[in-house]
């Protein structure tokens, strides 16, 4: 069976309530969000930088377009390190992985396997 493509489709933990589940699935998802935030902004900044050095003929907006593209490329890689350290945590503190299929357990290994 394929890993599920969607939180909803995260199979349920019936040793956890629903509440339980509920909130770990808004951590995971605010998680995602703000990733896609940062890079949102690191990309918004990355086509202004290039905007000002392509259009612009004055030298001062054009060194602020290349001043742009380090600190734009420094945004995206602090967004995406920020996701993966949180996304860790997440891991550690409720000991699954987004969107985690459960183990499943020797019998049912044994018995689909022959």
């Keep these: 069976m394929p890993p599920p493509n969607d939180v909803k489709d ?4 019936h040793d956890q309530p629903v ?7 808004r951590t995971i998802l605010s998680n ?5 935030a940062y890079l949102r902004t690191a990309l918004t900044l990355l086509i202004v930088s290039f905007a000002l050095i392509r259009f612009v003929d004055d030298v001062v ?5 290349v001043l ?9 890689w602090i967004g995406r390190s920020r996701y993966q350290r949180r ?6 503190l409720y000991g699954q992985t987004p969107l985690s ?8 290994t044994a018995t689909s396997d022959s």
């Design 32 to 36: 995602e969000r703000t990733m896609l």
């Design 87 to 92: 996304k860790a945590m997440i891991q550690r």
């Design 10 to 13: 995260r199979p349920i933990d």
């Design 61 to 65: 907006f054009i060194t602020l377009g």
């Design 68 to 76: 742009l593209i380090p600190v734009s490329l420094a945004i995206g």
């Design 19 to 25: 509440r339980d589940q509920l909130a770990i699935d």
């Design 101 to 108: 299929v459960p183990k499943r357990d020797q019998h049912e």
